[in-house]
């Protein structure tokens, strides 16, 4: 009861008695203590009719809860630690929690537990939820319009089809199997497959459109006896494929025994896909136990090939014609790595390999397509891009789209031609879309029904061309704003389908209603509809964050998230044109508390090209005050402008913006622009002149300002110091101090070598530290070191490999040997960002505390005092 009473009060009481948000109340000065208070929103999901949503706080004190919340009247169910959510129809909701399985009745309340090796899924087509208990071996079918439940015993295993009209099952009595199909009707019946057979059976995977279902069959527990079969649903045929029996079945291989691939069906269902290991393969002495051999003239460096090379071990794909019998061995050693065409037709080999040594993050190669029924293959491509969206095949199979010298081009597999698509759009169709990296395409978005056309971005807009280039039209009109429309997706590869070793692209239907979202120069963001006749509009777009975009288009609903820095985090349902409504208000208490803003402003560096940032204002700001600034670097930050952040001492890099802006600081983020060869350069014009604006806006006070970075933004912070008195105090952590030892390393967490990051990635150097020296000794900090007066606190966790830690030590013992002002802090047991909770603690009190000590003159602060004496 009194745990009740408990969550009640801190989860339900704040939502009625917390003041109306913009009310005026007295405000409190947050503390450390309060941060506890505070905690993150994680939308989950909203039910089929939109009448339930479903999300998540997750707190720095461990009470996270999942919340399912009434859209109409309101009532809410909460779970402690409750996770995975998902809706069965309307009225029922799966969930776990830290011990259970659920299902809960949204309707009664009623809620059954499950062990958690227990099976739930829901077949939406007939709305029922199937369970089974795996201790009991009993199958149940709930049957949620009819409320009967029926159960099939002795159920070890099921798997529902993907468009959930039937399941297969696995039964097992007395030591002997059967596989049978069950169907999901409101009288289920079950379909015989294979009755009461010995052995194993394993791996069910279905064709995508539920029309066949292939498996591992083995009839003793030798993997040698292992067969691959196919059953038919549509004419009820089961096809086996036996090592033994097929005569043409490869001698010196057998099936993938770690199956560490899926199974595949083509959607014609004449072909299976699977893998073949090497059956008696050369088993070499991995890394670590054995003198390790780095040869110059080796493809990879050792650890890479240890890691990723090393093909001849490796299960590769084949392909089963049931019908004939054929098998085809698709990759080899030579062409390792392989994807399919849309219909699964054709395949694309390639060897990541063959054009290494060389010295960018990945190689180019050369793309082959095979003909599955014969295995002979043709040149595709020369030198193509290996970058995962580069070359993508489309959903039909009629075509392979790729990106090739800053254009689209399509290769019409039938006809065996090459058409640049986009030569005669005179926008550009690529820039600089990753902050790291360097210029790319700005993305394929899809295809529409039968490959008509293919959907592709601009820096602003999307377009719609025919396969054969000789129609383009814009769809969107975002050039005229600067304003980026893309299609909209919950996560990074909604767009795409995972295709072997590739991915292909989807099917967008432009006669359906498309979401859109929306994001401008100016630092507003939203969502608009685009509909083939009436075209575009706005459905909500301003100055905050917009994302988590759900529609129910049955319903004319849709459901997203809007926050910004002075606005935590809330859920908003909107009915066409009707008025938003509130659904949910996280951390209603953020009101109690005096708090800062976010504020885009636009700068110009030395040679008066615009650029952007972010300023962020103390909490309770007086004009009438001058203010110390934290000055906070990592190339382009401006699109966080209206990320709301919980303020909170547990962060990876001991930074928050709003415990800095509670602490009365200005924190600037201003975007940095680089240019090949001029890193520090550039590093240095563009944070002195945002700095410098801000300035001149007589609220800071100039004497009072502190620099910050972390991994290339602490080689942005040491570089600056080298060169500037601009700041009174300054914190690097997990950074790089000497480029020509940087360049010469190894990036152990990838196994890759570090100068791949120097060509046209990240650094842009252009050229490497043997062609030119200097270059890389002007941009090292460690070489200006003697020029530094600014005291810096480096940061480093000693088991990071993801920038080598000793480029810390190094600067430090550079910065000890000139009696420069320094102290270092190395955390054991930690990598490149800081997981541990007392470490990130001790980080982010010690970051503040340096700050206060230079910026404030808190001489309270002993440990930067004493480091100092």
């Not at 893998?275 to 136990?289: F, W």
């Not at 180019?364 to 397509?369: N, Q, V």
């Not at 993508?392 to 065996?416: E, M, Q, R, T």
């Not at 998230?561 to 509130?582: G, Y």
């Amino acid at each position: 009861m009194k745990l009740k009473l408990a969550l009640f009060l801190f989860f339900i009481l704040p939502l009625v008695a917390c003041p109306l948000w913009g009310q005026v109340v007295q405000k409190k000065q947050l503390r450390e203590s309060d941060y506890q208070k505070w905690g993150e929103l994680i939308v989950e999901n909203i039910s089929p009719n939109g009448q339930w949503i479903s999300y998540r706080m997750v707190y720095d004190n461990d009470r996270d809860t999942l919340f399912v919340r009434n859209t109409s009247n309101r009532k809410t169910y909460n779970f402690s630690k409750g996770v995975f959510p998902r809706f069965a129809g309307n009225e029922h909701l799966i969930y776990k929690d830290k011990n259970n399985l659920h299902t809960l009745n949204l309707t009664t309340g009623k809620n059954e537990s499950y062990t958690t090796d227990t099976q739930i899924e829901y077949s939406h087509l007939r709305d029922q939820i199937i369970i089974l208990l795996k201790k009991e071996k009993t199958l149940q079918l709930h049957n949620l319009f009819t409320s009967v439940i029926h159960k099939v015993h002795e159920v070890v295993y099921f798997s529902m089809s993907p468009n959930g009209k039937e399941i297969i099952i696995l039964l097992k009595i007395n030591q002997k199997y059967s596989v049978g199909l069950l169907s999901l009707s409101n009288t289920p019946e079950i379909n015989w497959i294979i009755k009461e057979e010995p052995g194993k059976f394993y791996n069910f995977t279905w064709e995508e459109n539920g029309k066949a279902v292939a498996f591992y069959s083995s009839l003793d527990s030798s993997e040698n006896d292992i067969n691959l079969c196919l059953y038919n649903l549509q004419v009820k045929k089961l096809s086996r494929l036996s090592p033994n029996e097929q005569s043409n079945f490869p001698p010196d291989k057998i099936f993938d025994k770690d199956r560490s691939y899926p199974l595949s069906i083509s959607p014609d269902l004449e072909k299976v896909f699977f893998y073949l290991s090497p059956q008696n393969r050369l088993i070499e002495q991995k890394a670590g136990h054995t003198v390790e051999v780095w040869n110059t003239a080796d493809k990879w460096i050792y650890p890479r090939e240890q890691r990723s090379g090393r093909f001849y071990e490796k299960a590769n794909l084949a392909v089963w014609h049931p019908a004939s019998g054929v098998i085809v061995q698709i990759p080899s050693a030579e062409f390792p790595s392989v994807m399919l065409t849309g219909n699964k037709k054709m395949a694309v080999v390639s060897n990541p390999k063959q054009y290494e040594p060389q010295f960018e993050i990945e190689a180019p190669r050369d793309y082959y397509i095979m003909n599955l029924d014969t295995g002979n293959k043709e040149i595709l491509l020369k030198e193509q891009s290996e970058f995962y969206s580069d070359l993508l095949p489309s959903p039909s199979g009629k075509f392979i789209a790729y990106y090739s010298n800053n254009n689209w081009w399509i290769y019409d597999i039938k006809v065996k031609t090459h058409i640049n698509i986009t030569k005669k759009i005179k926008v550009p169709f690529f820039g600089r879309v990753y902050v790291l990296g360097g210029d790319s395409s700005y993305g394929n978005a899809g295809w529409t029904s039968n490959d008509g056309e293919i959907l592709l971005y601009d820096q602003y807009d999307i377009w719609a061309i025919t396969n054969d280039g000789t129609s383009a039209r814009r769809l969107t009109n975002g050039r005229e704003t600067k304003t980026k429309f893309r299609l909209n997706t919950l996560g990074a590869y909604d767009l795409l389908v995972q295709n072997f070793d590739g991915w292909k692209s989807v099917t967008i239907d432009l006669n359906d209603k498309l979401i859109l979202r929306a994001e401008g120069d100016d630092g507003k963001t939203g969502y608009y509809s685009w509909e083939k006749k009436s075209g575009i509009k706005q459905i909500v777009y301003g100055d905050s964050s917009f994302d988590n975009m759900h529609y129910i288009k049955k319903y004319h609903l849709y459901m997203y998230q809007e926050q910004r820095f002075d606005l935590p985090p809330r859920l908003i349902l909107k009915k066409n044109k009707s008025k938003e409504k509130i659904i949910f208000q996280s951390n209603t208490h953020c009101n109690q508390y005096n708090w800062g803003r976010s504020e885009l402003i636009r700068y110009s560096n030395s040679k008066g090209k615009e650029l952007q940032g972010i300023l962020y204002y103390p909490a309770n700001y007086n004009p009438n005050k001058k203010y110390p600034m934290i000055v906070y670097i990592y190339e382009k930050q401006s699109q966080r402008v209206h990320r709301y952040i919980n303020p909170t001492l547990f962060s990876g890099n001991g930074f928050n913006e709003s415990v800095m802006t509670t602490k009365d600081y200005f924190v600037l983020c201003p975007d940095i622009e680089h240019e090949t060869g001029k890193v520090g350069e550039n590093t240095l014009d563009c944070t002195v002149s945002a700095t410098n604006y801000i300035i001149n806006q007589n609220f800071i006070d100039p004497l009072k300002i502190g620099l910050m970075g972390e991994s290339f933004g602490g080689y942005e912070t040491n570089f600056i110091i080298t060169q500037t008195d601009l700041f009174a105090a300054a914190v690097s952590g997990g950074s790089i101090a000497d480029l020509t030892s940087f360049y010469l390393t190894v990036g152990w967490d990838l196994n890759i070598s570090d100068m791949s990051r120097f060509q046209s990635q990240q650094w842009r150097m252009g050229k490497t530290p043997f062609e030119d020296p200097d270059l890389y000794s002007k941009n090292s900090p460690i070489s200006n070191a003697a020029s530094i007066r600014t005291p810096i606190l480096l940061w480093a966790g000693k088991e990071d490999w993801h920038v080598n830690w000793q480029q810390s030590v190094e600067f430090y013992m550079a910065l000890r040997r000139l009696g420069k002002t320094a102290t270092m802090l190395l955390y054991p047991d930690e990598k490149h960002i800081l997981m541990k909770e007392k470490n990130q603690i001790n980080l982010s009190l010690r970051i503040n505390q340096w700050f206060d000590y230079y910026l404030k003159n808190d001489q309270s602060v002993t440990w930067a005092k004493e480091a100092v004496n």
